[in-house]
């Protein structure tokens, strides 16, 4: 290696050690100007997961020098705390939380270029502060992560009374208001709801885009016919983050069309030579499945279905009448919805053949 690019790397390195630790004095990891160890993670978050903190990130996929990364051992997870009402300008020094060996997980979970890492170790009234870094087989260190906070305090009550009410292609959701937290004490402060819809081979998201001031939700981003499953979780403010309460109980609703097409306009009847030719306007509604005709004559009580198939079409000929005898027709529309819907009866026609 020629002396002026050992030179620009320890440069550079120094520098960016100097540029990430100001401000509260925090030290780098020292890393030596000839390693290739990892680069920094990418996609580094952390979000509640019920009763603990759930990290994220994936591989890094360069090394210090910004080369593609051809080797990493595993993780290390540091954290710090510091309490809620602290004034102090930094957080504490963060120490080894865990390690994620990839030759052998026993902590965290690995799928593909995924990790995660869940935190269960939580005091109430803190804000905890995490970094990821990687290292390569020699267990040298490389770039930390950018640090990622979160605040912890006691969650509210789990919402209870959650009730679903299927509509036409809508679910009324409601629930019982929350004003506790989950310890029993009375919950200061604003409570707000968020509502999670799951479909049929899909996970639980996000049904309200903001959260919710009142106990109750009416979901139309949904479908007809289709098993819906739902649970609320009460939201509680903590200073710049917020918290959930653990899940609801679960409750299912389906919508179905409840809405008749329109009815059947411009009915006509008049008489042919294979019998009563009747005619009518096409319906325009997008779901409808077809017609039904119904007849009768002076003498008989009451109108009968003439059609035992629906009527795709809007024109019949009824070959069943008798010459000089006159007939009253009327045609319902039927969407082709679950319960089939039927349309209110068009105006009576009379034809004698």
Known sequence: MKLIDLF?????????????????????????????????????????????????????????????????????????????????????????????????PQAGEVQGEQVRYRDE??????????????????????????????EWDILPQTPGGLKAQAGDRQVLLTWTPVNLLANGRPLSGPVSYNVYRQAPGESF??????????????????????????????????RSDTLESLDSAIQTAKPEDLTPPAPVLNLVAAPTMKGLELRWEASPEPDLAGYRLYRRSLAEPQFRLLNTQLLTKPYFIDQQTTKGVSYYYYVIAVDNSRRANPSQPSEVVEATR
Not at 8 to 33: E, V
Not at 127 to 141: A, C, E, T
Request: hydrophobic share 40%; glycine share 8%.
């Open 8 to 104: 620009f790397r320890i440069s550079l390195i120094i520098f960016l050690g100097a540029l990430i630790a100001c401000g509260c004095g925090k030290k780098m990891n020292p890393i030596p100007p000839d390693s290739l160890v990892p680069g920094a993670v990418r996609n580094f978050t952390v979000v509640q997961d019920g009763q603990g903190l759930s990290l994220q990130w994936l591989f890094p996929r360069v090394n210090i020098e910004g080369q593609p990364l051809t080797d990493i051992q595993g993780f290390r997870i540091l954290r710090s705390q510091d309490r809620l009402d602290s004034t102090a300008a930094c957080p504490p020094e963060l120490t080894r939380l865990a390690d994620i060996d990839l030759a052998f």
């Open 121 to 150: 170790m939580l005091e109430p009234g803190y804000r905890y502060f995490y970094q990821i870094v990687g290292y390569d087989p020699n267990g040298k260190l490389g770039l930390e992560s950018p640090t990622v906070s979160r």
């Open 205 to 238: 998201v996000a049904a309200n885009p903001e959260p919710l001031g009142e106990p109750r939700f009416q979901d139309i981003a949904v479908l007809n016919d289709i098993d819906y499953r739902y649970l609320v979780r009460a939201v509680r403010p903590i």
